[in-house]
């Protein structure tokens, strides 16, 4: 197979991100066979410096899409009965030399319950706990093994105040330390991954075109996953195990699962399992085998290794997802062959994180000497930003904003296709639901099965702000689905924004200084208050009366860098409606009053 070397730094960047190629949800559901068996469904793979810990790399993937909170009474677990697989080529010749495998337990403890709980879960080891699951860690270094962990927790996924109050800290005594000092984190959280869902699978529609003034609906916003995430000390890492240097830096990482090749219904009514072990997912790179695979090839992709990656060859070199949007955008974009795209997808960066002597392979590539960057753009590479996508990925990450603009050719290095609409597509999503933590395992909390929502809220909230009076909305219904907002914060990310709302969540302030900004009519009924962090730091969005009361409690919590926003339904801390009139939305910082914005309830 040929590839083509020696591309700029950015034009590699470009089209590295461009081998994804325009997509509509990452890999959840991606292929037709693993639709039908969810629990060992890659949907995301990330990859990055830690940022706290910039001596570790953290790698996360998730599995077991669109977890619908309040889906109980067995809710979501790992599959006792698969394989679950985190692979790591140090070397660049497209093998996995380092891989961590994980292999999970599940132990009722009173079967003569229904229920997944008996009472509060207080601790890991409550006797309430009823359903609970375990795991080893084993490390393969050139295929000998060495086990890191076992019997270590999963924590109960986050049901609700009763059943799992102060969940947050619960979960974080799920963290554990193994053997060679790489923490490990494996259960619940919020999806991470943020894409108008619902917009980009009816053709490929933009709410609010070109996709770069908001107004976009996060399809996977208020919906949980299953994550297995290692913070790995970056000696462990390297082909020789030492101190990370310019010879043997660059990683690549991907995450697969596997099963035994035979399954057996019994009579019983019983499951079991048998034969040699098939892999049946696979995640490098995200949007991949989702947009550029065709569907006949799909469940080959998942089955095949980054070594045999020729195979797939002239689906990158005429991806299908750039012709689409050429014919339903009416956009001309760079024409077939994609040659340059072909060495990008299959190599890594050149001067950024291509390994020397690369064997073509589809991997996520991360260069451990880049320094996690102390104002990250959610662009990545393509923004300015080197730690992040594509060179490794990180949560905040905006890769489908990323991959439709290169699609499109819409960069400084293509010129005849940087023009509008090309460099401004987008979805008008850009940033997550909940808030990124600012430490392992990052991945924010998961929503809860009592209280949480989706998309588009109906209550009669509008809202005036003396320094923005835009004079704008009407009272157009909306969808409810959901009259509360969780305790640990969130809101709805970039979801329902009024159409007729022009403000674009990414020109906002990076400072805490600039406190907190109302987006949305006035009056109308999609109002949200938003806020920045520039580093990390315990954050506070409460919402309080004229005599300065306690109404509601948004947000409390811990959070990574970046820019949130939330909403409130109208509803106090007990659930009631709260009165018509006059209100104060107040946005703390480590304990520190820092803004405050005037709240009007309909």
């Known amino acids: ?43 995301d793979t990330y990859a990055f410096v830690s940022p706290d810990q910039p001596n570790t790399v953290t790698i996360a993937c998730n599995f077991l899409p669109f977890q619908e909170a309040s889906n109980g009474p067995n809710f979501y677990n790992f599959d006792e009965n698969a394989f679950y697989y985190i692979k790591v080529d140090n070397v660049g010749d497209a093998m996995p030399h380092i891989v961590y495998e994980f292999k999970f337990t599940t132990t009722v403890m009173n079967g003569n319950t229904f229920l997944y709980n008996t009472g509060p879960i207080t601790s890991l080891t409550d006797p309430d706990f009823n359903l609970r699951q375990t795991y080893t860690v084993t490390r393969y270094d050139n295929g000998a093994p060495t086990v890191l962990g076992s019997n270590l927790p999963v924590p109960p996924v986050n049901i609700g105040p009763k059943s799992t109050p102060n969940y947050a800290e619960l979960a974080k005594t799920a963290i554990m330390t193994l053997s060679d000092g790489t923490k490990v984190f494996a259960g619940q959280r919020d999806d991470p991954f943020f894409i108008d869902t619902g917009a980009h699978f009816d053709l490929l529609s933009v709410r609010r075109s070109p996709g770069n003034v908001g107004g976009g609906i996060d399809g996977l916003g208020g919906f949980n996953i299953h994550t297995i995430a290692l913070q790995i000390p970056k000696s462990r890492l390297t082909k020789n195990g030492g101190a990370v240097d310019t010879t043997n830096s660059i990683i690549g990482v991907w995450s697969t699962s596997e099963r035994l090749a035979n399954r057996t219904l019994n009579a019983d009514g019983s499951m079991s399992e048998s034969g040699v072990h098939v892999q049946v997912s696979r995640l490098g790179n995200p949007l991949v085998n989702e947009e550029v695979i065709p569907r006949k090839d799909k469940d080959k992709f998942n089955s095949s290794q980054p070594s045999g990656d020729g195979q797939f060859l002239p689906y990158v070199l005429d991806p299908e997802p750039a012709r689409l949007i050429a014919q339903i955008l009416g956009i001309s974009v760079p024409p077939a062959p994609r040659n340059d795209l072909v060495a990008v997808f299959l190599t890594g960066i050149t001067g950024i994180n291509m390994p020397a002597g690369v064997t073509p392979g589809e991997e996520m590539r991360l260069n451990m000497l880049i320094a996690p ?59 997550n639901d909940m808030p990124f933590l600012p430490n392992f395992p990052y991945l924010a909390t998961p929503h809860q099965g009592f209280c949480h929502r989706h998309h588009l809220l109906s209550s009669k909230i509008s809202a005036t ?67 920045t962090l520039s580093s990390p730091a315990h954050v506070s969005l409460t919402v309080l009366d004229l005599q300065g009361r306690l109404v509601r409690s948004l947000i409390d919590q811990d959070a990574g860098a970046g820019t949130f926003s939330a909403s409130w339904d109208g509803r106090d801390q007990f659930g009631a409606r709260a009165q018509r009139g006059v209100y104060f939305a107040q946005y703390s910082v480590d304990g520190k009053v820092t803004d405050s914005r005037k709240v009007i309830l309909q």
């Open 465 to 531: 702000v003396a320094s923005k009076v835009n004079g704008r909305g009407g009272d157009r219904p909306r969808y409810n689905d959901g009259d509360c907002a969780e305790k640990s914060g969130g809101g709805d990310g970039d979801e329902g924004e009024d159409e007729d709302d022009n403000d674009d969540l990414g020109a906002l302030p990076t400072s805490e200084g600039a406190g907190l900004t109302l987006t949305g009519p006035n009056p109308g009924l999609s109002s949200k208050l938003a806020y």
């Open 1 to 43: 197979m040929r590839v083509q070397r020696g591309l700029s730094p950015f034009l590699c960047a470009l089209f590295l991100a461009a081998s994804a190629q325009v997509s509509q949800a990452s890999s959840h559901r991606e292929s037709y066979s693993i639709t039908k068996d969810p629990t060992i469904d890659n949907t």
């Open 373 to 431: 960057s102390a104002t990250p753009n959610r662009l990545g590479v393509v923004g300015g930003d080197l730690g992040g996508y594509p060179n490794g990925r990180r949560p905040a990450d905006d890769v489908f904003d990323i991959t439709v603009r290169a699609a499109a050719g819409g960069y400084a290095l293509t010129p005849a296709y940087n023009v509008a609409p090309n460099n401004q597509l987008g979805d008008g999503v850009n940033y």
